[in-house]
């Protein structure tokens, strides 16, 4: 029985590793936005100082997590081996959901996901103790549990959401009317204020919240507890002075160095508290199977008070997960795509959105207008205008910089990001209030994004859409975890080994289905396979350029067709669908084209005008070629997913010779843009003639066999539908390559 319990303990320790990688993997995003979102700093930079921020934090930290031990549950209610169903559910549960919202791109809170874990679990084992009890009732229950501890932390989510998001925003807007966006003029005036403001509030995070928990606390924590505004005026002081000579010297911005510091001490934290969301489990394991192992007694009668004392820390363990944290954060893919996604709900400027609209987002858009024109009218004109002056932007940089390289907002958000964030955590550790650091910061950064009105109208609604899907997120974070938790440790405790092996089995299948998944959509958005947008300035170079897209469209265009065609000829719904999706994918690429029109424009040369005409209406043919293909997979694969009757055998040979014949015109296309010789259009458009005479002679067929022979009306209808829906295709494409034609005779 002995080994069964040390193989539980191995197990953790695997699921231990494993937590920390996908740990990190959500919570890189905590300290790294808003560096990489201003790009203040190089990305290697960046890196490195988050990186000693998290290695001396996971060192320097005690290692033990109390909450496990004692925080959710009452472990002197609970026997060993009812400890060790609960620590095993609770870590198989944590490594599934936080790399559930990995895969997604979404940032949730370990610290959120392991107490509602432990909770769960702890619920459904004392409702099992309770029921097979004959002295106790359901009432009993909450004997097992620290209720008090549960409504702290529920409380704290609510607090932490709305407090950060409100102080973000009022600091920002302050901010920004003292600055505003020509920042620059302003800094060399109050920057060193500013500079030591920013760097007190995030030097003593650093210490209050960074570093408390550590053995090296115990040392200055009278200071800081009983002389906070001694330690603030001395520190405000010696900053200052520090921002006004490291301006003077070094030339350079000091709020470089307040997102270099502000990063450094978010890394910090992160590492020295919230280390203890992926170990804490374990090390109460071990400390538990040690206790119990020395004593003698059966697992199922040794009571776990042990786990109310104290325990001194590992220093090799947290070494060891200081360096499994390190090398996540430079080499996890998932980190970066959970980070886009707040970067991408906070930007400045134009860009494309991930979240689509909903009733919701468009009802909390429309009536924040309302309320903030109607404040406005409140204010006198004057007061209006000049704080309208501050928010103005400098004319967007249309210059050859890349989109991708430019920074998401300026360096006065980022620093103020960090700021409040730190003064946010550090008040609330103060006051022993729970608080999930990955609430506060995003919705601090949501907050700031706000107030520097990055949410115009163009982009309120899919950023409000975002926000609310990722509250939605945390939420539903505690919910599962306290279901799936609570689910596992009963099926642990029925199946004991067996049910352990299968869901670790489940597990590691999950996890490499998400590595693989996640990898495969990464590779496709490396894939020089989508359309780009025109980055020319010149009408040849427009041609040129736009010639590619219509070379990938109609190769595309030619692989769908042959799809759809073999899928109804072969009843093969999934061939079909996947039709549709690369539909979806071609039909979204070309509406993001459509979409950067505004900024094409504004980048052409005054002599390229006729370029910007040129392009729009060849995106228009493009977009009449996307209709046509969508509609004829939409048509085809609802008539094979309805199990209505297949087409009739001479049906499908016409649909052949059909395909043939727009096989080789389609071809001919593709490589006449390819190739850019442009002179052979003249070739292909000769050919239209014969394509639609052999559509109308198809229809007159099928008129003539309706009338004698055809019985399904369903059939019939797809039919006639696929050839007037092909007719228009060529019509498209004839119109596409028409124009094309057209302008290349005209330079």
Known sequence: MENIYLLMLVALVVLAIADLVVGVSNDAVNFLNSAIGSKAISFKTIMIVASLGIFLGAVSSNGM???????IFVPGEFFFDEIMIIFMAVMITDILLL????????PTS??????FELLGAAVVMAIIKVTESDNETILDIARYINNEKAIEIITGIFLSVVIAFTIGALVQALSRIVFSFEYEKKMKTFGAIFGGVCLTAIGYFIFFKGLKGTPYYDNFKDVLSNQVYLVLGVSFIFWTLFSFLFTKIFKKSILLFVIAVGTFGLALAFSGNDLVNFIGVPMAAYHSYEAWSASGIAPSLFSMEVLEE??????ILLFISGGIMVLTLWFSKKARSVADTEIGLSRQGHGSEKFQPNLLSRTIVAGSTKLADGIKSLLPKSTRAGI???FLKSEEDFSEMKEEDKPAFDMIRAAINLTVAGVLISIATSYKLPLSTTYVTFMVAMGTSLADRAWGRESAVYRVAGVLNVIGGWFFTAFIAFVAAGTLTYLIFLGRGAAIAILLIVAIGLLVRNYISHKKKNSEKLKPTGLKKSESKTVQGIIGESADNVSNVVSRSNKILTDVFNGLAAQDKNKLKKSKKG????DAEIEDLRDSIFFFIKKLDEKSVRGSSFYITILGYLTDVAQSLEYISKKSYKHVNNNHKPLRFNQINDLREIEKELHVMLNNVENIFKDKSFHKIDSVVATKERSLEIL??????????TRTE???PKNTTLYFNLLLEIKDLINAIMNLIGEYNASFKRK
Not at 65 to 71: D, F, I, P, Q, S
Not at 110 to 115: A, F, G, P, R
Request: glycine share 6%; charged share 30%.
């Open 99 to 106: 790399d559930f919202f990995n895969t997604l791109g979404m």
């Open 65 to 71: 997590m109390e909450v496990a031990r004692k925080g």
């Open 310 to 315: 104290k325990v001194p820390a590992e220093p």
């Open 110 to 115: 370990t610290t959120v996901s392991i107490v």
């Open 696 to 705: 109308s002679r198809k229809i007159e067929k099928q008129v003539a066999r």
């Open 388 to 390: 309208g002056k501050k």
């Open 710 to 712: 055809e019985s399904s």
């Open 583 to 586: 539909i979806a994918k071609l």
